[in-house]
DNA sequence: ATTATTAAATGGATCACCCATTCAATGGAA
DNA sequence: TTCCATTGAATGGGTGATCCATTTAATAAT
């Protein structure tokens, strides 16, 4: 574990000390004199209003260190207290600036000795996140969630066909396995979190982090609707393993267009079921339970 | 604008009062006493570890009440100092939730009289910042950014096709007029600021706003390799007017397979003008000036 | 050696202030 | 009356001191 130590100076712009925008103006009244250029016609130049706000400035100059890569996932900042006197800020506005970049996932916050705040991996469920409040702010609806998810599953079935790797279709064949097992078993919720995992393991199998991420967020909204369904119906997919496996045979002999309709179809008849019972998509289970999955 | 005078009160669990974390152990002495059942060798059942920190708690709460709609974009919070005491917490760290809900564009602080804490509309720039963070971090690579995107275009213009009404059409033939001009007049800057918005428009015919956020987050990385390149090398693509044309007229009939092998081409020769210089593409490129675009 | 105790480092949280901005109310001048 | 300047209150922005809680290493006791 490397423990930097930072400085937290700006690269960019001026060589400005310790960020100290407050105190500028001690006294109101010397204000008036900062009118400039009385008799001046030309070009009003305005000032470019920078009331930049220092946690703002402090969230910046940290994802500069990351852009220039002086810092990197498991590097520790220095200790509040050390950090907040090199900015020259109150450690108040530093926590502010801190917890946000831990909201975003960029920071992990460690309390005790030898604690402190460590650069994280990056967390691509923050995209969920973000689907999530979008959802919640009426940005996006539950149909064009649901659209787009069938179409950008469309186009990972295509990628996995060209790129899915002997590990990635053995990984979803003991996925399906665990289904059969869980099925069998009568084990509904358990088969739930199973679709839930092959989405996964499916997005995965592009071989592409950011097209697996894009799925990974527009799949999860998705899967809450199945389970809330099948938890309140008792009532499942029929033939789920089987589909499954009809799948991931198309997927390993690389024919495209017959997984392309293989899942097409599915997503059909489980669209179908969803929508048996009117309000099954509500917003309302889209939304229960806000941020289980995300930092526990 | 509504003023809603809102209870924080959490909705589900039990109805806890004010969170109340705090002081919960007054004196650590007693903590010996919370051993319990000491004779029992059943099932030990560890406590769930409940660590949540407050400002967690309290954005939970806020999401809450998003996500049952109690709380609306343009609505306002009480007072920081009001809410704060409805809470139970001290203001600074009520500040830190607002201070991450606000960098997470849920909500705009401002300040003065009749000013407050306002739900925002969602900021579906937010996926970009994403993006950036995960492309700082080394979670994702350039290279399958640059690839995602390739794909999600395709799938853009598939859905375009399809879906694209006449102001669409009407909105990308006008900002392709704008593109002209600025090669007429040898602004070629600008003429890069036409490609950005050219995707935008383009995302936006597909009329699926996830889609559009999606494509949006992965374009606009790209624009700044290009951004970089042109500004640096002062050449551009050339004929690009006339390959816009083409492929709107394309769009225009409808003809998908026509407009998907006239983009991919396009984004083709465009792969080929950035790779010429190597270290075009590089990471400090696509991370110079990081978040100009977000609230500024 | 092992285990319990202690102490220090560090994040978590509070309190009491003060400043800066904004806007409505007020009041005086045209 | 109408308009503009002044004022004051509301509210976010920011500070500094202080305490608590957790974690870990060093130390002491067994």
Redesign the pocket.
């Known amino acids: 574990m490397i423990h930097l130590i930072i400085h937290l100076m700006s690269t960019k712009s001026s060589p400005r000390a310790p960020?100290?925008?407050?105190?500028?103006?001690?006294?109101?009244r010397e204000?008036v004199t900062e009118h400039r250029a009385v008799g001046v016609t030309a070009a009003p130049t305005f000032k470019p209003i920078h009331?930049r706000?220092?946690?703002e400035e402090i969230c910046e100059r940290i994802r500069e260190q990351l852009a220039l890569g002086i810092l990197k996932p498991g590097d520790k900042?220095?200790?509040?207290?050390?950090l907040a006197q090199q900015l020259?800020?109150?450690?108040?506005?530093?926590?502010?600036a801190?917890?946000s970049l831990e909201m975003a996932g960029v920071l992990r916050?460690?309390?005790?000795?030898?604690?402190?705040?460590f650069i994280q991996e990056g967390d691509t469920r923050r995209m969920n996140e973000v689907m999530r409040d979008m959802l919640s702010l009426g940005t996006i609806s539950v149909r064009e969630l649901s659209e787009a998810r069938v179409h950008v599953l469309d186009l990972v079935v295509q990628l996995a066909c060209a790129h899915a790797r002997r590990a990635d279709l053995d990984a979803l064949e003991a996925n399906i396995e665990r289904t059969e097992l869980a099925t069998k078993e009568g084990r509904l919720l358990d088969r739930v979190e199973c679709s839930r995992e092959f989405y996964k393991l499916l997005a995965a199998a592009t071989g592409n982090k950011v097209i697996a991420m894009i799925v990974d967020s527009v799949t999860e909204i998705h899967m809450r609707f199945v389970y809330a369904k099948v938890a309140s119906s008792g009532v499942a997919m029929a033939r789920l393993a089987e589909k499954r496996r009809q799948f991931l045979s198309a997927l390993s002999e690389r024919d495209a267009a017959l997984a392309s309709r293989l899942l097409r179809s599915h997503l059909e008849s489980v669209q179908r079921m969803l929508e048996q019972d009117p309000g099954s998509m509500s917003l309302h289970v889209a939304l229960a339970d806000v941020q289980p999955g995300m930092r526990r």
Do not use: I, M
């Not at 020259?88 to 502010?96: A, D, I, P, T």
């Not at 916050?109 to 705040?117: E, H, M």
């Open positions: 960020l100290r925008l407050r105190n500028a103006s001690p006294n109101r204000r009331t706000r220092t946690f900042l220095p200790p509040e207290r050390d020259g800020v109150s450690r108040n506005v530093l926590r502010e801190l917890r916050l460690q309390k005790g000795v030898k604690g402190g705040a």
